[in-house]
């Protein structure tokens, strides 16, 4: 190993630990060790399960270490279910809700020195503090990474651009790299080791910019997405599109895949199966959640000119507009990507196929990108600037009505944007944050 990564590993456990409360990547005394693994994450959590993924320098006699302890007191050791060598994928089950669980690589039975945490979901009705945003540059280190852990979210969605490396090439080994190079960077490293992720892409850590389902690398995208991303269960099994959806208390949260399925002959982003569970999705959401927020990695509000957002998709926009009118769903809240800028809208210009009001729009971001502003008009304002990200909060005691509070935030704390909104809901209740 050389001493240019022992060097960032060092820099990167130091930000974590300041930044985290020290319960990120805790270091022992003495003359410090090699470190077991190049990166980790942790997603698909639920309030008794979660997945925990990690690069490991050597993938033999690895275990993982998972404890409620920051210590790692009276731990629990798994063996990966899978491997992708050099990456090793970890199940862990019979969590207790709404509790941090801390996570360290071992190597027969001695545990590395880097500690991550997540936290599971609560059961039923909860409080949800939520951290999103998309785009930023491979490699990026900003301090806008440091921010949003500041804030201690929930978890943590990224809706799309994870990495801008625009592979056209069919090679699963060069998109897991540009997963290595995403997590590179100390800060942004220590985000995701920090709380759990929720990751959906867009164009350019899918394949070239404004890809669609034509791309060379689309099985090697969709395969590398398998390997190593901690996602919840994908709908289209071992290969095709990578949507998902979960479950935080009384939030429906639904990711379309906007990428692997667009067909531009046939005037589709989501393929009919995908549309399909989608609409299923947010009708079946309905009879037992109070909102769902579906996360659309492209802007929602656009003109048909703008051909690589939903104005260029029109027909399917309006099918999709008309059927949640026709069925009367409309505790939706979108979270769009794509465009590096802050905006939000009220819904006032959501309106497409019916009459009726549309669904608030929520753009956040760029984490780390050149500001670019895309759609609209956005009823409450737009604001195009490097270093920015959403923060969605929703107070749900179980009533018959919830409070959702989206701000967007700038790297240095400030509020640029927010809009604050209330939904009259039914007396529902979910008995566990189900998965899939």
Not at 60 to 87: F, M
């Amino acid at each position: 190993m050389s001493d240019r990564r022992f060097d960032r590993r060092t820099l990167l456990g130091g930000a974590a630990a300041l930044a985290a409360g020290g319960a990120a990547f805790a270091r022992c005394g003495g003359p410090a060790p090699p470190p077991a693994l190049d990166w980790a994450w942790s997603g698909a959590v639920t309030p008794t399960t979660a997945s925990v993924v990690v690069k490991a320098l050597a993938t033999d006699g690895r275990t993982l270490r998972v404890s409620p302890e920051p210590d790692l007191a009276d731990a629990r050791v798994l063996d990966p279910v899978r491997i992708y060598e050099p990456i090793l994928r970890f199940a862990i089950d019979e969590l207790d809700p709404a509790t941090t669980y801390y996570y360290a690589l071992e190597n027969d039975g001695t545990s590395g020195p880097r500690i991550g945490r997540f936290k599971t979901f609560p059961e039923g009705p909860a409080d949800l503090r939520l951290a999103f945003g998309g785009c930023a540059d491979t490699g990026s280190n900003s301090t806008v990474f440091d921010e949003v852990r500041r804030l201690e979210p929930d978890f943590l969605i990224w809706n799309g651009d994870f990495h801008y490396e625009d592979i056209g090439n069919d090679d699963v080994l060069e998109f897991r790299t540009a997963y290595d190079r995403a997590f590179g960077a100390a800060r942004r490293a220590a985000l995701h080791e920090s709380l759990s992720t929720a990751y959906i892409w867009d164009d350019h850590d899918y394949g070239p910019d404004n890809s669609d389902s034509s791309s060379r690398g689309r099985l090697a995208a969709q395969e590398a997405f398998r390997q190593v991303v901690p996602h919840y269960p994908l709908p289209a099994g071992e290969t095709g599109p990578v949507y998902q959806a979960f479950s935080y208390g009384r939030v429906r949260f639904v990711m379309t895949d906007l990428r692997s399925a667009r067909n531009r002959d046939n005037g589709t982003m989501l393929g009919a199966d995908q549309r399909a569970w989608l609409l299923d999705e947010i009708t079946r959401a309905h009879e037992d959640h109070a909102l769902v927020v579906w996360v659309s990695s492209v802007p929602w509000i656009a003109s048909r000119s703008e051909t690589d957002a939903w104005g260029g998709f029109d027909d399917e926009r309006r099918i999709i507009s008309t059927t949640l009118a026709t069925r009367g769903l409309d505790r939706v809240l979108m979270l769009g990507g794509d465009a590096h800028m802050a905006a939000i809208d009220s819904g006032r210009n959501n309106i497409y196929g019916s009459r009726d009001g549309g669904f608030p729009v929520f753009h956040a971001g760029p984490f780390d990108r050149s500001a670019s502003q895309k759609g609209g008009p956005y009823s409450e304002g737009v604001i195009a600037r490097r270093g920015q990200f959403g923060m969605v909060e929703v107070d749900d005691d179980g009533g018959d009505h919830i409070a959702v509070r989206l701000r967007a935030r700038s790297l240095n704390g400030s509020v640029v944007l927010s809009y604050d909104f209330e939904l009259d809901v039914p007396a529902v209740e979910t008995t566990e944050g189900e998965a899939g």
